[in-house]
């Protein structure tokens, strides 16, 4: 529908195009379609699966994240560290992030091929620097031929 001048007999149109609209919005949901999956880069670890509610995305985003791999090596945002500094290496990334350590969340994802033994040690360490609340990430039981490195 339009509406007409009066003055010059032009149109003047009241509709808006929505075109535009929608095709920047399908390039937008194409970009983060891409992107989403390799947002997160981990170290390769086959986590244990287990039946559990999964955290919600936007709280474990905020958090650290400390990954034992099948050899039993540590890394911390994939920077390898060794269990004796491990403790220091935790309190100064979550001070850069302004943590504070005996209040945040520390998750720890363990290959399941990792001794028990290990994962008590780093869990321990991540102890001895202050945290008080360590969460263990797993695997959904549904999910199949799912590798770390991909976030649930």
């Known amino acids: 529908m339009g509406m007409h001048s009066q003055k010059d007999g032009r149109t003047a149109l009241s509709e808006i195009n929505v075109t535009p609209f929608v095709d920047v919005m399908l390039v937008l949901l194409v970009i983060f379609m ?31 994240v400390i990954t034992i791999d099948k050899k039993g090596g540590i890394s911390i945002d994939n920077k390898s560290v060794s269990l004796n500094k491990l403790k220091l290496r935790v309190r100064a990334v979550m001070k850069k992030r302004g943590q504070d350590v005996r209040k945040e969340h520390v998750f720890l994802r363990a290959d399941a091929s990792v001794p028990y033994g290990r994962v008590i040690e780093v869990m321990a360490e991540i102890k001895n620097a202050g945290v008080e609340k360590v969460g263990l990430i797993t695997e959904p039981l549904g999910v199949k031929g799912r590798r770390a490195g991909s976030r649930r």
Do not use: Q
């Open 34 to 64: 891409v992107t989403a999956p390799i947002l997160y880069h981990g170290v390769n670890v086959s986590l244990p699966r287990v039946e559990s509610k999964p955290i919600p995305a936007a709280e474990s985003s905020k958090k650290l």
